[in-house]
């Protein structure tokens, strides 16, 4: 694939002095079926070239949350404004947007090609203009080869590239994402991924990716919420979730011989709160960090175990840092409520 | 990579006032219908039967002197049910068929209005009327009914079917924004089609069964033909048959036209 | 002797009266009068112009019939009624599906004068039929009618007739769907070029 493309004229310049400013801001935004509270009190904003997570288990109400800001469901409350555009204008905030629906499904009979000619003169592309704007997306997102060749053809991976090149016919300001991986092999989520780095990159276009894969979420975004039965239960940068959540916690794996040696290191180790040995498995001692410490020390308070083993002539078989992963912080934060 | 005239982004960013949103949609829906297989299958198949139909009358007719008017009756009476239902089922398919097909999210994400889709899909499905009406024609010049006859059957034929295709194809429209599934809307449609048709087949007397006649759209519009056809009445006497298959589709395309602004992405409408 | 002058008239009268009267007697047309008088049916007769057809079905073919007065007198209006029947016992013939007129009002036929009608038959099915023509007087003097003058019948022989192109219709039965199926395929091919 070969990103292409800017938003707007003279992007760079648009992108870093856009960098401050808000290009879709979410005020308590709320959706109700009936006794049902899909999502409650939604509020963030996002800036060009930003790429936001909407985690969150199944029937956290992260499709719902893209639905009312994609002016497909109406809020039961709260409001929202893209660009300026207030959600009280729903085809003005459509010709802003780009969307890729979870359930996206495609017209097999057409071609890519005509698939995305057709959404261009939908958004008022003249014939003409339509069919420039299909070939450069298909360029975009590797579909070139495959622009004639009807839809019914395409592997899941090249539908979901489609549909991201569809999410783009207009230029959005906003992209929204839903679950744009699912079913896709590493290859595939691979590329997908890539895409949406360009794209926030190079277009600065805004991002809200909803997706269950934590992975994705640590490599691509700069922020996450993480919505759980409707409501908010944690936002920030994926570090402030990660610091957040879990304590930080270490494994160890020394010589079972050593496994008292190593014990009496630990426990004098910097930074080192408590240290857990189990009598079953000689030689597994796990270190448990004291979490202002290793937000102050960090990799080198990290170190600072391993350096304390082999300070005291113990072989570090293997380590493991344990409970930094947002994966786990999720699960913290999503379990039991 | 394309070679572009104007900069990439000029060309990306769409005018800020798309307009002619149900042209795009009919296009789009016609190159679906008659560049696949559905459209032309179904034409063919009613030529076919044409065929049969007018060569056995044909058969016939050189054994009876008097039922050429008969014959020619009866091809406009098919010709005109299957353009309606066919016109019908067509409608009943473009919205819970999107829906079905998971792929009406993606129409309601653009900055189309909904009434236009709604709009557009409708032209798409009342365009199979004229081509079954244009099939029929040559059938009906070769019994050889005369031309004043010939053009007064076609045009009474042409007449009754467009306002009973308006009539149920808004019909069928209106029953797929209720539906999330196709196979439902298909089948209520039909339903309904079937229930008006069925007093054609029953011999109606008396005031009640004038009433009948007069009120149902279908049974109005096939004793119109029958009237100019076989009896020799002209438009004029005739015409009080064509007030329920004119005030049919007025109502049902107003209520499509109301109801068809509230589209959404789940059966029924946005209150 | 002596004749006296009246007596001769008398008896002249009285048998040119006679005379009269066996004359018209013989000479009375074959049905009643209005009067009620019965009347031989020798008087009228009816023919035809043909003896034997042999027809398809679907055919037409016309003869004429002749209903002549021999009598004296003019006959009352009269019907001329065209019939068939199956003479071999198997062929329904409904008049109708045959013959699109099949009685004719024939006015009084002045004596020694006759009347021609023209018959059209199409026949619908196969099989040995007789076609023949009756002449009868139309109502009121039906009531009294004496014996009806028939005209020999026709023996009419009809085969079944199968055409490949009835009515002309081939055609078009075969150019519509043929025309349709090449423009759908053509497109079909001319889309999958594209």
């Not at chain 1, 269950?212 to 979420?217: A, G, M, S």
């Not at chain 2, 949103?21 to 076919?48: K, N, T, Y």
């Not at chain 3, 055919?59 to 006959?75: C, K, Y």
Request: charged residues 20%; neutral net charge.
């Amino acid at each position: 694939m070969r990103p292409t493309g800017e938003h707007g004229g003279a992007a760079a310049g648009t992108i870093e002095s856009a960098a401050a400013q808000t290009v879709l801001k979410v005020d308590r935004i709320s959706k109700s079926f009936g006794p049902t509270t899909a999502v409650r009190d939604l509020s963030f904003e996002v800036s060009p070239g930003e790429i936001m997570g909407l985690l969150g288990p199944n029937g956290a109400g992260k499709t719902t949350a893209i639905r009312v800001l994609s002016t497909i469901l109406p809020p039961t409350s709260g409001s929202f404004t893209l660009s300026g555009t207030p959600y009280t204008q729903p085809r003005e905030v459509r010709r802003q947007i780009g969307v890729l629906p979870e359930s996206a499904g495609y017209p097999l009979q057409l071609s890519g090609e005509e698939f995305l000619r057709y959404h261009a003169r939908l958004f008022g592309h003249t014939a003409r203009a339509a069919r420039e704007v299909a070939a450069s997306l298909l360029s975009e997102v590797g579909l070139t080869e495959r622009a004639s060749s009807l839809i019914s053809t395409y592997s899941r991976g090249m539908r979901q590239r489609l549909g991201v090149a569809r999410a783009l016919v207009n230029a959005p300001r906003v992209i929204f994402l839903d679950e744009p991986t699912l079913g896709l092999d590493p290859a595939g989520q691979r590329q997908i991924l890539g895409l949406v780095r360009d794209v926030a990159g190079e277009r600065g276009t805004a991002i809200i990716l909803s997706t269950h894969f934590l992975d994705e979420v640590e490599e691509t975004c700069s922020r996450v919420i993480i919505l759980n039965r409707g409501e908010v239960i944690a936002e920030g940068s994926v570090a402030e979730i990660k610091r957040r959540a879990a304590p930080r916690t270490a494994r160890a794996h020394v010589p079972p011989e050593l496994h008292e040696r190593a014990l009496s290191a630990l426990k004098q180790a910097s930074g080192v709160s408590s240290v857990d040995s189990s009598d079953n498995q000689r030689g597994w001692l796990t270190a448990t960090f004291d979490s202002a410490w290793l937000d102050e020390h960090r990799e080198a308070g990290m170190n600072s175990v391993i350096r304390s083993l082999t300070d005291a002539d113990v072989p570090v078989l293997s380590f493991e840092l344990e409970g930094g992963r947002l994966s786990d912080a999720f699960l913290l934060l999503t379990e039991g409520r | 990579m394309t070679s572009l005239s104007r900069s990439e982004a000029d060309l990306r960013t769409p005018p800020t006032q798309p307009s002619g949103a149900w042209m795009v949609v009919a296009g789009q829906e016609l190159h679906d219908i008659w560049l696949s297989a559905r459209g032309p299958v179904i034409v063919l198949a009613f030529s076919l039967l044409l065929s049969l139909l007018t060569y056995l009358a044909a058969a016939n007719k050189e054994l009876n002197i008097l039922d050429q008017k008969d014959t020619v009756n009866l091809i406009m009476q098919i010709t005109l049910g299957i353009g309606v239902a066919v016109a019908l089922l067509f409608s009943a398919d473009t919205i819970s068929g999107e829906r079905e097909r998971e792929t009406f999210e993606s129409l309601l994400l653009t900055p189309a209005p909904r009434r236009q889709i709604a709009l557009g899909k409708f032209l798409a499905a009342v365009s199979v009327w004229p081509v079954i009406m244009i099939v029929a024609i040559p059938y009906v010049w070769a019994l050889k009914l005369g031309s004043g006859l010939f053009a007064d059957a076609v045009a009474a034929g042409f007449v009754a079917g467009t306002l009973l295709t308006i009539a149920f194809a808004s019909i069928g429209i209106i029953v797929s924004i209720f539906s999330n599934s196709n196979r439902l809307s298909l089948a209520t449609s039909f339903f309904v089609f079937v229930v008006l048709l069925a007093p054609t087949q029953l011999p109606l007397s008396g005031w009640f069964g004038d009433f009948i006649i007069n009120v149902n759209p279908v049974t109005a519009g096939s004793t119109f033909l029958d009237r100019v056809i076989v009896k020799d009445q002209g438009w004029g006497e005739a015409s009080n048959l064509l007030i329920a298959p004119i005030l049919a589709a007025l109502i049902a395309s107003s209520v499509a036209f109301v109801i068809a602004g509230r589209l959404r992405l789940q059966a029924g409408i946005d209150r | 002797m002596r004749r006296s002058g009246r007596s001769s008239p008398g008896i002249a009268g009285a048998l040119l009266a006679v005379l009269l009267s066996a004359a018209a007697a013989v000479s009375a047309p074959a049905f009643a009068q209005e009067n009620g008088e019965q009347a031989p049916a020798s008087d009228v007769t009816v023919s035809v112009s043909k003896s034997e057809v042999s027809a398809f079905t679907g055919d037409r073919f016309t003869f004429t019939s002749e209903i002549d007065n021999n009598g004296s007198r003019a006959t009352p209006p009269l019907i001329a009624n065209l019939a068939f029947v199956a003479i071999d016992g198997e062929t329904y013939v409904d008049p109708e599906d045959w013959s699109p007129e099949r009685t004719y009002t024939v006015g009084p036929i002045a004596a020694g004068s006759s009347a021609t009608q023209t018959w059209t038959v199409k026949p619908d099915l196969e099989g040995d039929v007789a076609v023949y023509v009756v002449a009868l007087p139309s109502a009121p003097a039906l009531a009294t009618t004496g014996p009806l003058a028939a005209s020999p019948a026709i023996h009419l022989h009809v085969e079944e007739h199968r055409s490949l192109n009835p009515g002309g219709v081939l055609p078009v039965v075969l150019a519509v769907p043929g025309v349709l199926a090449l423009a759908f395929a053509g497109m079909r091919v001319a889309r999958n070029k594209r």
